[in-house]
């Protein structure tokens, strides 16, 4: 038996199969070597608080290639340990512009909307609440962030998203989408974490200056806007409806498989007053609502019906959801508007089957189904969804907010996941208690008048003027607008209330200072202070105590007013003790 001494082995064939991988690995490091490119985590320590993290406020340039064009949006920061601590429970939020409560921020978001009933029905329960939600992003990339987040070891997290799942960044129908392929579009995802594919990306944009001016000028919406017209049950709507279940699927299986439970929402979209945004340029919608009346409404009715044909007319349902609700019969109107809602082409609202998705794989999954939509119906007076619960097409009001709140943390104190027997809080302490701040509406209102101005919510676009600086609440604004320091420019507005004698308002703002900077001990002793103030004992006492532990108890005006805040709680010989060590 002879051998060919001269034929390669079988190791010089793999050698050199590899050898494509050895040169991308080695341009790989080179890049970082080199500092090409960076890491996008989804934590990082912000300067000062290396102890800590909060969610990167950068982190939608991990999914766009053009950074410089990247849409202006992040998550909100809010402060939470490295180290998680024994005993402490931590809740991680996912989810879209609803979940990070847009438009009035932070404190009519998840986060804080259930941090404040957290504080007051469970206030010896050390429970901390992050928020990776923020506009714009949909499942590919909550998929993407799930590993980070059971690196933090969370107890619960809860989700409330689908609405950006046709038009939201990478989405089917964005402009800042790759592929309607599912696996191509997570390949890509991948790819951009390598420094290789940045370097490409960057010589492929770096000079793509007119399109990153343009985009400056435009609302979110349509900035991310790609194929505007997304057919019910076409192709592409159902590569967008196969893409939120199978993203849904991947994330409530990964939690699963890592033991983390998880509190999946519902969706809940205005459909009684939100026309299809597929008609707005070629109907008047203000002009059929002001023929409407009972007289007409049968035979208009009458002949809508014979107009349907195969009944895909986003129009037509509208309209005859518009007639059934003056004739007041509610049950078929409402199928109507629903029907209008899943027909629109332009898709800002999820469609009508995601909430039977979301049941079905929480089934699925063993996660908690919580119906935020049954909530908001259940609190109307005919069962359909409007401008009495969402500010536009699928952002609440403020009575929204705190039922989407209200539904969760009902769920989740029946549930007993936290573990802990719930102090008795009602519905009617808890909406006077939300977070929400006059300064917030007033800012609301303004960003919801320059929404609704523009595309795609009207065939004629308006400039809203600047806004008028007539009151405290303006003002405050303004300097806000300007650029002061973020913590200043609330410690400033605190005051300025406490002069006016609104101490509820100054106690609400220190409050949800101090809950996104949790390591500074003199905005809790201030907010503590408020509700001394206002004979807010429980509220007085969070507070002190998150004073005296970040300072660890060593300034005795937070230690003094901790005493008296367990004199008028009852508690004595709290008090006493530590009255008797500030006096050696």
């Known amino acids: 038996m002879s051998t060919d001494i001269n034929k390669p082995s079988r190791f010089f064939y793999i050698v050199l199969a590899m050898m494509?991988?050895?040169?991308?690995?080695?341009?790989?490091?080179?890049?970082?070597?080199?500092?090409?490119?960076?890491?996008?985590?989804?934590?990082?320590?912000?300067?000062?608080?290396?102890?800590?993290?909060?969610?990167?406020?950068?982190i939608i340039k991990r999914y766009v290639g053009d950074k410089k064009s990247a849409p202006n949006v992040g998550p909100d920061a809010v402060l939470f340990k490295k180290e998680k601590e024994q005993g402490?429970?931590?809740?991680?939020?996912?989810?879209?512009?609803?979940?990070?409560?847009?438009?009035?921020?932070?404190?009519?978001?998840?986060?804080?909307?259930?941090?404040?009933?957290?504080?007051?029905?469970?206030?010896?329960?050390?429970?901390?609440?992050?928020?990776?939600?923020?506009?714009?992003?949909?499942?590919?990339?909550?998929?993407?962030?799930?590993?980070?987040?059971?690196?933090?070891?969370?107890?619960?997290?809860?989700?409330?998203a689908g609405h950006n799942e046709f038009l939201g960044v990478?989405?089917?129908?964005?402009?800042?989408?790759?592929?309607?392929?599912?696996?191509?579009?997570?390949?890509?995802?991948?790819?951009?974490?390598?420094?290789?594919?940045?370097?490409?990306?960057?010589?492929?944009?770096?000079?793509?200056?007119?399109?990153?001016?343009?985009?400056?000028?435009?609302?979110?919406?349509?900035?991310?806007?790609?194929?505007a017209n997304i057919e019910f049950r076409s192709q592409q709507y159902r590569a967008g409806v196969a893409q939120f279940q199978q993203n849904l699927s991947a994330i409530l299986s990964n939690y699963k498989r890592a033991n983390v439970p998880v509190m999946i929402g519902s969706l809940v979209s205005n459909e009684q007053d939100q026309p299809p945004f597929s008609t707005i340029q070629t109907r008047d919608w203000n002009e059929v609502r002001s023929k409407l009346s009972k007289v007409t409404a049968k035979q208009r009715i009458k002949d809508l019906l014979s107009s349907v044909g195969d009944g895909n007319d986003a129009a037509i349902s509208y309209?005859?959801?518009?007639?059934?609700?003056?004739?007041?019969?509610?049950?078929?109107?409402?199928?109507?508007?629903?029907?209008?809602?899943?027909?629109?082409?332009?898709?800002?609202?999820?469609?009508?089957?995601?909430?039977?998705?979301?049941?079905?794989?929480?089934?699925?999954?063993?996660?908690?189904?919580?119906?935020?939509?049954?909530?908001?119906?259940?609190?109307?007076?005919?069962?359909?969804?409007?401008?009495?619960?969402?500010?536009?097409?699928?952002?609440?009001?403020?009575?929204?907010?705190?039922?989407?709140?209200?539904?969760?943390?009902?769920?989740?104190?029946?549930?007993?996941?936290?573990?802990?027997?719930?102090?008795?809080?009602?519905?009617?302490?808890?909406?006077?208690?939300?977070?929400?701040?006059?300064?917030?509406?007033?800012?609301?209102?303004?960003?919801?008048?320059?929404?609704?101005?523009?595309?795609?919510f009207t065939s004629k676009p308006k400039k809203i003027p600047p806004l008028q600086i007539d009151s405290l609440e303006a003002e405050a604004l303004s300097v806000k607008a300007a650029g002061i320091n973020w913590r200043d420019y609330r410690l400033e507005l605190a005051r300025r209330y406490q002069q006016q004698g609104d101490l509820t308002e100054a106690a609400k703002i220190a409050s949800g200072t101090s809950d996104a900077m949790i390591t500074d001990a003199e905005l809790a002793n201030a907010a503590g202070e408020l509700f001394l103030k206002t004979q807010d004992y429980n509220m007085a006492l969070f507070y002190f105590l998150r004073a005296t532990q970040s300072n660890k108890g060593s300034n005795k005006r937070h230690?003094?007013?901790?005493?008296?805040?367990?004199?008028?709680?009852?508690?004595?010989?709290?008090?006493?003790?530590?009255?008797?060590?500030?006096?050696?």
Do not use: C
């Not at 404040?116 to 206030?123: I, L, S």
């Not at 800042?176 to 490409?200: D, G, V, Y």
């Open 319 to 456: 309209e005859l959801g518009l007639n059934f609700t003056a004739l007041r019969d509610f049950k078929e109107a409402r199928f109507h508007f629903k029907k209008a809602r899943d027909l629109d082409e332009l898709r800002f609202r999820a469609p009508s089957e995601f909430n039977h998705i979301i049941a079905q794989l929480s089934e699925e999954y063993g996660a908690m189904y919580v119906d935020t939509e049954k909530a908001f119906l259940d609190d109307t007076d005919n069962q359909i969804l409007g401008r009495s619960h969402l500010l536009e097409h699928v952002h609440p009001n403020e009575r929204g907010y705190f039922l989407i709140a209200a539904a969760f943390f009902e769920h989740l104190r029946q549930s007993n996941v936290l573990g802990a027997q719930a102090v008795p809080y009602s519905s009617k302490e808890a909406w006077r208690d939300i977070p929400i701040t006059r300064v917030d509406r007033l800012s609301a209102e303004y960003v919801i008048e320059k929404l609704v101005n523009d595309y795609p």
């Open 20 to 58: 494509p991988i050895f040169i991308l690995a080695s341009i790989e490091v080179g890049f970082r070597m080199l500092g090409v490119g960076k890491d996008i985590p989804l934590f990082v320590s912000p300067d000062g608080y290396d102890e800590y993290y909060i969610a990167n406020p950068e």
């Open 88 to 160: 402490t429970f931590r809740i991680f939020v996912q989810g879209g512009s609803t979940a990070a409560g847009f438009p009035y921020g932070k404190p009519a978001s998840l986060q804080s909307m259930l941090y404040q009933r957290f504080k007051r029905a469970y206030p010896d329960k050390n429970i901390e609440i992050i928020s990776t939600a923020m506009a714009a992003i949909n499942s590919y990339t909550h998929l993407d962030f799930v590993d980070e987040i059971i690196d933090q070891h969370p107890d619960l997290v809860i989700v409330y």
């Open 170 to 227: 990478l989405g089917v129908g964005s402009k800042l989408n790759f592929s309607a392929h599912r696996f191509l579009t997570l390949a890509l995802i991948e790819a951009r974490k390598l420094r290789i594919f940045q370097a490409l990306e960057l010589l492929i944009y770096g000079a793509n200056k007119a399109n990153q001016t343009e985009n400056s000028k435009r609302t979110l919406m349509s900035t991310i806007v790609g194929d």
């Open 559 to 584: 230690l003094s007013g901790l005493a008296k805040t367990y004199f008028h709680l009852g508690k004595f010989v709290e008090s006493e003790r530590i009255l008797s060590n500030l006096k050696r």
